[in-house]
């Protein structure tokens, strides 16, 4: 059975090197069976202690076991630990220019989509995000709506409260009428259950995984939005690394691994509507061609809402915006 603390380590005897030199801790705020854990998070510790010559190594902290999901990029920039899975939307206002990825209707996947993401947000990161090392950025898969009652068209959300992936899901619920009931997903399941929230934005299969199933039983079949992340690493940390352990990290810090570990992810939230559709307590509603422009025509404004914030930034939005338009096109990853 996985244990709450998972420790992956690349032995002396196994690699035939010396004892590890650095020992980093990656906290994040999944369950420790979630598949970014067992697809992505793992394999990608291993490969890194394979390159490193077993010099590097890695604890996992699931679970929110050192602090809440809100707190992530803190707990890296203070050292609380090593490096830590962040969702910079939990933040809003925080990181303007990464929040372009939250957007609705913008991004078909996610996993050409991450590579896509990480490539862009490369050129961006070391400023929006000085405090801290960017390892890489990616995207979960696009999500939707999954309510207690159906929710068809945008008019539907008028009095409801949901509890929103992110920030700029949180800014479209408001501009349709809804109201957001903020917490980290792992909390998200119990507010559901206690009446506080009607509908919630989420991935399909995570709906299972975190029990949602049980308190949700309508879902919207369409891509409506994504989440961005980064694995951000202390900076004091990372540049206290030997030259060669940190080429070994730098390695695994690349817009292909962004892909890489998001892919499983991806695959196993894909299968999650196909077994809501299974499901005969379940309902899954597809929306007829003219309710998908309702729902794209009134996500409108908050592009213009992210223009706002970008430029207040000191950044020129439509010159961030053509950046990340081609580089999900060059990876055909951009929605149409």
Aim: aromatic residues 8%.
């Amino acid at each position: 059975m996985r244990t709450l603390k998972t420790l992956l380590t690349i032995t002396a005897a196994v690699l035939a090197t010396d004892a590890a030199a650095t020992e980093l801790r990656l906290a994040h705020w999944l369950p420790p069976q979630h598949t970014l854990q067992t697809t992505g998070f793992e394999p990608w510790i291993q490969s890194i202690g394979e390159a490193s010559g077993g010099k590097v190594t890695m604890t996992i902290f699931p679970a929110q076991q050192l602090g809440s999901a809100t707190d992530h990029y803190d707990m890296a920039r203070d050292g609380i630990v090593d490096i830590t899975f962040v969702n910079p939307g939990y933040q809003p206002g925080r990181f303007p220019i990464i929040a372009l990825g939250e957007v609705p209707f913008m991004v078909s996947n996610g996993k050409s989509g991450s590579k896509a993401f990480d490539s862009w947000y490369k050129a961006y990161a070391e400023k929006e995000m000085a405090d801290i090392h960017v390892c890489m950025a990616f995207l979960q898969d696009p999500g939707t709506l999954h309510s207690r009652e159906a929710i068809k068209v945008p008019a539907d959300l008028k009095g409801k409260n949901v509890r929103p992936a992110q920030a700029t899901v949180a800014s479209f619920v408001a501009l349709l009428g809804g109201a957001s009931v903020q917490v980290p997903a792992p909390e998200a399941r119990e507010v559901i259950a206690r009446g506080a929230a009607d509908a919630i934005t989420f991935p399909w299969d995570s709906v299972y995984l975190f029990g949602i199933d049980s308190v949700t039983k309508h879902h919207l079949d369409m891509p409506l939005y994504t989440t961005t992340f980064v694995m951000a690493m202390n900076k004091a940390t990372y540049e206290g690394m030997p030259a060669d352990e940190r080429k070994a990290l730098d390695d695994h810090c690349t817009s292909e691994w962004a892909e890489k570990i998001s892919a499983g992810w991806a695959d196993k939230e894909q299968s999650g509507r196909d077994r809501a559709l299974s499901e005969k307590d379940h309902t899954v509603y597809k929306p007829t061609a003219e309710e998908a422009q309702l729902w794209k025509s009134s996500a409108e404004p908050l592009m213009a809402k992210w223009k706002d914030q970008v430029k207040a930034a000191g950044a020129d939005p439509e010159a961030v915006l053509k950046a990340f338009r081609d580089a999900l096109s060059a990876e055909n990853a951009l929605a149409e």
